[in-house]
């Protein structure tokens, strides 16, 4: 916990509390109202955590209003650029960026643990072929605590470590599989001499007919979305890892839960829904009618891939993406493509919008990665799937972090109740 030199004074009736304030190492300071119920008998109300930091962290720090994302204090944008997905697997999960040597040795453990048990393999037959690949892995996840029962002790430093290997490595042949079965092929083993963005290729994409050669500007373009996915500080689904993981629960659970808060269309389901937002659209002359439903009080339908909790200025990742997308439709000559037209067009027309200036409202990571897989040839289904699989480091090293904490507690939110005060019990003759 940071140290505090300073305090607030809060004043009910006539009472006064004094409230440390603990100064973060860059960001706004924070009010410590651990004591406040105990001493004042109120609780604080924040629905939706608007306003309330849950943890200390030493992982990731994000300024929303300046557009600034850092790992371990290193800009995005010269991880996407300068590192790679499992060189930042590393700094998030240690704290240091990895000398050549305990890179070479990190890379050979993640690299060793990509087959899964193949009992698992009939545990993906038992699922409808029709599943979307996300309810897939929510249950898959949840089930590798079946299988991997030597590493769920997580009072056990070197368990919590071998689970957290385990889940980076098995999280895309997870996927893949999840793919591969929605779609009546064959599931395709992980490939050690291949990097970690081109296995995943090789897994979804090859077919044991014949042999499928790995794009390496695909590679590169696939290993920078699981780079700008890696982590984002206390967000819906790890604050919901932590959360499960604050009663105890094994690892493998804990990311299942985070898996399934991930899939909603407010958070890592965005991608999805903003792909199937732009075929709706279809043509460039209907995005008028889209903005306008977008800024309509009564209609509840939101513009996918725009707007941030966090951002109020440009979503850094958003800025490398799209320059990714650019590279990828470049490659690929996809430029006519109908939907990638309705996508730079609705940018354009949104970013000029008095409605989604004023509200600050930017398009996220969301708007371009969609764009990107499209172009790679990933089913829409698959977007959020891929999110999961990127975001998995940033669980575990979360996740790691909480356990470690000595302060840490099981999570328990108080509430406003606004039901009903005591009353009796009516008999149902009565009623
Ligand atoms: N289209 C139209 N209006 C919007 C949008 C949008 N995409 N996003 C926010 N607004 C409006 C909203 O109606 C509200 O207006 P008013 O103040 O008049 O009531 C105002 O902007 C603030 O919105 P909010 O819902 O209070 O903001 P929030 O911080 O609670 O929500 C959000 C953030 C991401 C859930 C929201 O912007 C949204 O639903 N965006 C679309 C979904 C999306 O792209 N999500 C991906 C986020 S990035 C990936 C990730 O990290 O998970």
């Not at 209003?65 to 930042?88: F, M, N, T, W």
């Not at 590169?220 to 996915?229: E, G, Q, S, W």
């Not at 371009?368 to 699989?389: K, N, R």
Request: charged content about 20%.
């Amino acid at each position: 916990m940071a140290d505090t030199a300073k305090s607030a004074k809060l004043t009910i009736g006539e009472q006064s509390y004094d409230l440390p304030i603990y100064s973060p190492t860059v960001g706004p300071d924070v009010l410590d109202i651990r004591k406040l119920y105990g001493q004042a008998g109120v609780f604080t109300y924040d629905p939706g955590f608007t306003s309330t930091a849950s943890c200390d962290s030493t992982i990731t720090f994000i300024d929303g209003d300046e557009g600034i994302l850092l790992h371990r204090g290193y800009p995005i944008d010269q991880l996407a650029s300068k590192s790679h997905y499992l060189e930042v697997c590393y700094l998030l999960m240690y704290g240091e960026l990895p000398t050549a040597a305990e890179l070479e040795e990190f890379e050979n453990t993640i690299t060793r643990h990509t087959m899964i048990h193949e009992q698992m393999h009939n545990f993906f037959r038992g699922f409808r072929r029709d599943a979307h690949p996300m309810a897939t892995m929510v249950g898959v996840v949840g089930a590798m605590s079946a299988f991997y029962h030597d590493s769920t002790d997580i009072s056990d430093p070197r368990q919590r470590e071998i689970a957290s290997h385990r889940l980076i490595a098995k999280m895309p042949t997870i996927a893949a599989m999840a793919y591969k079965y929605s779609i009546g092929q064959p599931f395709v083993y992980p490939r050690n001499d291949l990097d970690y963005a081109a296995n995943f290729l090789h897994m979804c994409f090859s077919v044991p007919a014949e042999k499928y050669e790995v794009n390496p500007i695909l590679a590169r373009a696939m290993d920078r979305i699981f780079t700008l996915h890696a982590d984002h500080e206390q967000n819906a689904s790890t604050s919901t890892v932590r959360l499960a993981s604050s009663s105890g629960a094994n690892p493998f659970a804990c990311i299942a839960a985070g898996i399934a808060c991930l899939w909603g269309p407010a958070h890592g389901g965005a991608n999805q829904a903003c792909l199937e937002m732009l075929k709706e659209i279809g043509s460039v002359d209907r995005i008028p009618e889209f903005i306008a439903r977008a800024k309509d009080k009564n209609d509840p339908f939101r513009l996918m891939g725009f707007g941030h909790r966090v951002y109020k200025n440009r979503d850094p990742r958003a800025t490398v993406m799209k320059q990714s997308a650019d590279e990828v439709l470049d490659l690929l000559g996809v430029e006519n493509n109908p939907i990638l037209q309705v996508a730079k067009e609705l940018e354009k027309q949104a970013l000029e919008d008095p409605y989604f200036i004023d509200k600050k409202l930017f398009p996220n990571v969301d708007f371009y990665s969609g764009i990107i897989l499209e172009a790679m040839g990933f089913p829409t289904s698959m977007f959020t799937p891929i999110f999961a699989l990127s975001r998995t480091v940033g669980w575990v090293s979360q996740w790691k972090e909480q356990l470690a904490d000595p302060q840490h507690k099981i999570g328990r939110p108080r509430q406003l109740y606004l039901g009903s005060a005591l009353r009796d019990y009516t008999d149902i003759e009565s009623r």
